[in-house]
Each structure stands twice: as C-alpha cells, then as structure tokens.
DNA sequence: TTGAAAGCGCTAACAT
DNA sequence: ATGTTAGCGCTTTCAA
C-alpha cells in the first residue's frame, strides 16, 4: 500500500547488501554469488518493492517506450470538431481519429505492434498527428526522452512526418515506404505482386470482361496494386482495363463502382484496392439486383475483418499486418540499442484468400 | 541534431541566468522578470533545449502520462497463438486483442481519451490486459511510476483488474460499473433508460409482438438493457418478452434470433442489445426473405459505426462513447492531481437514433 | 526576483 | 564478487 517511497537504499539494507548488489540482481548481471541473489529476491519480494523508472531512465538514457503515430498529411486546420466535455477547450471527438480507429486495419496494426511489445514489457503510446501542430507533439515527446522511437503509419501520400523525424536524428520506423523517399527503415507489402494474383485468379475463373476500383493514386499502395494489375492482364493479352479511382473507404468503393458500370455495364469481375471498398462494391451490385459471383466476380484486398462480415465473403489479397506490424516494431528495437543502423526495407509476400464472391 | 545532451545548464549559460531561473520560465512560475523571461525564452528557442522528462519525473513524482487498459477476465491460458515473426518467443497475434480491436466501440473509447489528453500534450499507454500475468504487467507498470493512473476498459464482467488496482492504491477510473463493486471512479450509460427507449419506439411503431436480443446477462450492460425493455412494455400491460442471450458479437446475434424465430415466428419486432448483434439479426432476416423494417423492425444499440453500414442503417440508442471516454480520461486526471478524491460515478443518457430498421 | 545547493532513485565506473 | 561513489537533469527549498 505504501505507494513508491521504497527504494533500492530500502531493499539493500534489508538484504544486508549494498545497493549496487540489489541493482545487479534486479538487472540480472552476472558476476552476484547465487546465495546472495537468492537473499536480495526474497528481500525485494518481502518488501514489495518496484524500481523507479523515472530514476532508471534518467541515468540508462532509455524508456523502454516506444511511440505508435498514426500519421496523416492533410487537415491542417487543427481543430478538434464535435462537442466537448462540458470544459473549454477540450474536443473530444477528433474527426480523424475517429475514422482512423473505425478502420480494421489499426486493429490489426495495434494487435501486431502489442504481440511484439508484450514479451519485452513494453507499451506503446498512442500518438495521433494529422496537423502540423500535433506532428510537433510528436517530435517534441521524443526529443523530451519520453520514448526512444517512433513507429510511423501514415494515412496519406506527402505526410512530412518521417523526414522531420529523420531530421531530429529520432529512431523511426515507418509501415509503408515513404514519400516523398526518406532514409528511414519500413515494412512494406509486395503491393504489385498483389494485383498479379488478383488479375490472375480471375482470369482462372473465366472472367474476361474486367475493371478495377484502385485505391488513391497518389499513395505507392494504390499505384502499384493497379500496375501488377494490369501487367498480368496486359501479359495475358488485355491491353485496356477501365480503372475508377477510389478512396479506401465503403463509400468511394460504390461510387466508383458506379462510375465503372455507366461506362461498362457487361462486367464480369473487378479487382477492388481494398476490401473497405469491395464492401461498397458488393452491396451497389446487390442493390441493383446484380449477383455476386455469379454475373460479376469481386476480389479484395488486405484480408481485413470486413472480408468476412461482407456478402459473400470476400475472396480477397491477404497482407500480413499483425507481422508486418510486429517486424515493424522490432526494426525499431533494434535501432534503438544499436544493433541496426542502416535504413532497412523488409517487404512482406500478399496471399491469395478465396472466399465465395468469386 | 545533436541529440539530447542538451541541459537546463546549457540554456542557463546561453541566457546569462541560473539553472533555476530557466526551470521557472518553462513551469511558467510567476515571479520572474518580464525581461528576463523573454531572455530566457530566446535562448530556449536558439538552443532547440527540450525538458528531459526522466529528470522531471523524478523529482515531480508525475509522468503526465497514462495507461488505457483493455481488460478483460477469461482466457488465463496467457499464451499467444498465431504465427511468430520469426524470433522464439514473440506471438504476433494476440487473439485477445485482435478480437478487441476489431470492434469499433474501442475506437471510440480511445478517440474520446485522445480528444481530452492531447491538448495536454498527455497521451496514452495502450495495455491489453486479458490474463492474470498481463494485468500483473499492468499494475508494475504503474508501481515503477511509468504512468499515474490508468483507464480501465472491462470487456467481462467479474474482471479482477479494478480491485487490484485499488489494493495497491494506485489511481483508476473505470468505463462501466466494475462487477463486483470496487471503491473507484466510473463513467456509466443509463442502460435501463436505453432498453426503455427502445421499448417506446418499437410501441410507437404500433409493433406488438415483440422480443430481445440481450447482451451477456451477466453483464450489468446486458441486464440493465433488458429490464428497461421489459419494464416499459410491462407498463403498456405486455406480461411476457420473449429473449435470446447473446455475446455482443454479430455471429450470436444471428445465432440468438434464429432461436427467437423458431419459437415465435410471427415476431414484428425485436431489441437487439448492441449495433453487431442487430447487424446478425438483419442478416440473418434477410437470408430468410424477412424485410427489415417492413415485417420485422429492429432497434439496435450504441450508434456504432456499423449502425450506418448495416442494410438497412439501424435504428439504434445511442451510447455518447466519446463523451464518457473524455469523461474517464478527466476524472482520472482530476484523481491524480488530488483535485478529487473520492469514488465518483458519471451517468450518461442514451438517446435513440431513428434510421430506417424501423 | 534571482541564485546556490540539496536531493529525487538509479546505474556504472572504479576500487577493493 | 561486492561496495563506494559520482553523477544523470531536473525542481525546489532556502538565502540573499
């Protein structure tokens, strides 16, 4: 109950020993006879007591924390929308944290960033950083020694983040090379690869009248789905595939789906950028009595939770974001103590999930 | 660039004055000079000096930090499945919180601590605490001073992590009225209120053969719902609701309501306790040719963002999470700062959200 | 209003 | 193998 106040000078004296000896059996360095490590553990178990961190931290340089960004370029405003809590200035609802969390994929990438984290007693803190204003708290935290690193995942094409980090020389890693290109150390998925084993998957189906909604084109993900995309068909000998932009959200996906049939209403399969818009996609199609997969095929991407819940379930491109997140995290580690200094790439192979709307 | 290594000393000498003078400028203490204030602040700037936060942490005895805990009771096996990244010993896949973030009421839990925290400069650690050694993780890592207090989020009932937390004397507030009753802060729904809500809508629709789809009913939430529910419709002379339990997910909803329909066919309307749940319901209508409001009118709960992507958009009472995550976050805060002391609890009203399952 | 100085609790270099 | 001791960078009395 005694809360903190208990100090290494607390247990030492306990045990009969010196605080040094305490600090080593706590820190597990060799070099302690085994007789007295046993009597500093019962010492320290007796007494309840918990090192301080602030104190460790102060004098090892490290915090053993690491900062999760999620990042986006635009929305310069700043300001916190909705209502507050009764106090001034306090938002409550931040519009883009808010969609950003209604998102599966920062699920994912929390649950992988945690499995890696846990083991080692860390824990990540939640940064959110969609204004200039709040990349500063970003840079700011880290420079303050509140964490030794920061893992990146941006929203947008353009997010200054990464290079600011680069800058301040602050450890970052981020998901998702950046641009414009930094010197820093990313996960990725082999996107283009992707789009190969969507186009290829539904040509084995017989389908031969294909489009696809793509996702943003100013983002490395959505171009280079499109490329391996098209590349296949092209090698296959379609030379023209009608494309619709989308925005990787439900809605943009039916929008562009109906921008696709104006043009092109004897479709039989489309390759959807992700599976949020394949969502969108699918219920258009119901709504106008098209049958999914019987008169046109749907492939998806990310093999997000959402895969599932759609109908039919979505045979869609699985990208490994629990791992690619954990190798994320663990890029970061190892920057931080030192045992890695170059920028490091580490691409992650796409995998084809069928499922019943092909 | 040159990282840290950067001192109160430092920024002392460059602005002429002592140690002390630059600790008040930054604390922003009164009794400073005008002049030599703004001195101080030019000097601050010039050097790019950021606060080491172990140093003050040390002496403040505060982090200005703190833990959001998902909790939860089952699942003691504390192993982690899945694959791994390729190092023994780090589980990638935490089923736990993979099946935690999946739902979009998390989301909205930490949206609302991050609209109160971030204009701060406060942000939080993310925990998972789902067996006995995570939540031990969880109450060290407040012991060590790594944070002030935490916010605790209990996905079952009969969670241990409140009172432990109390035990140790540590600060927590909770969302939701902790089963068994703890000495400690809570924000809370007025679920009875809710189920009511419901049961008024379903009446005023001129729906009569009526019945519940229920949360776990061990679950304040879920036996809260369901009483106010039945004690309206009680009032309007309907002796007998007929219920199905379920666990808050889309599948057991579906489950729940196949079992409804089985006893009583002829069913014009159910309260379904949660948004997911409600979304298995008018799924699983719909497999069976059911129209959903035209023959069966549903009314969901929590206007989560799946209330909007369920066809048809739900009817649905709404939870203000947001609201009472920003709530949590400053009750603790306040509790930390010793501007409260004892137990609060913080009512919230539902509010019912009319869209078209109705 | 400002400065000098005493720690906060810990680790690590050095001495033994 | 263990103990002694010098800080880590900051806040905060206490004097001036």
Known sequence: MQRQSLTLEDVAREAGVSRATV???????????????????????????????????????????????????????????????????????NAFAA????????GRVISGVVGFLRPRSMHPVLMVAESAAARKQVT??????SADGALVVSTHAGDPLPAQLVAEGLPAVCFARPTPPVPVSYVDLAHREGGRLAAEHLLARGRRRLATVTGPLDLPAGQ???????????????AYVPIAEGAFTRESGAAAMAELLAGHPDLDGVFVANDLMAQGVCELLRERGG????????????????????????TTVRQPVEEMAAAM???????????????????FEPELVVRDST
Request: include cysteine.
């Open 224 to 238: 280079e789905r499109l490329a391996g995309f098209r590349e296949a068909l092209e090698r296959a000998g379609t």
């Open 23 to 93: 600090s080593r059996v706590i820190n597990g360095v060799r070099n302690v006879d085994p007789a007295i490590r046993d009597v500093v553990r019962a010492a320290i178990e007796r007494t309840g007591y918990a090192p301080n961190r602030a104190a460790r931290s102060l004098v090892t340089r490290r915090t053993e924390t690491i900062a999760l960004v999620i990042s986006g370029a635009g929305e310069e405003d700043g300001s916190d929308g909705g209502s507050d809590d009764g106090r001034p200035g306090d938002g409550v609802r």
């Open 291 to 314: 049958q999914v997969p019987q008169e046109v095929a749907v492939v998806g991407f990310d093999d997000s939770s959402v895969a599932l819940t759609c109908r039919p379930p979505l």
């Open 99 to 106: 969609r950003v969390f209604a998102d599966p994929f920062f």
């Open 140 to 145: 700011e935290f880290l420079r303050q020694g």
């Open 329 to 347: 995290a663990r890029l970061l580690h190892e920057h931080v103590r030192g045992e890695r200094t170059e920028p490091t790439s580490l691409i």
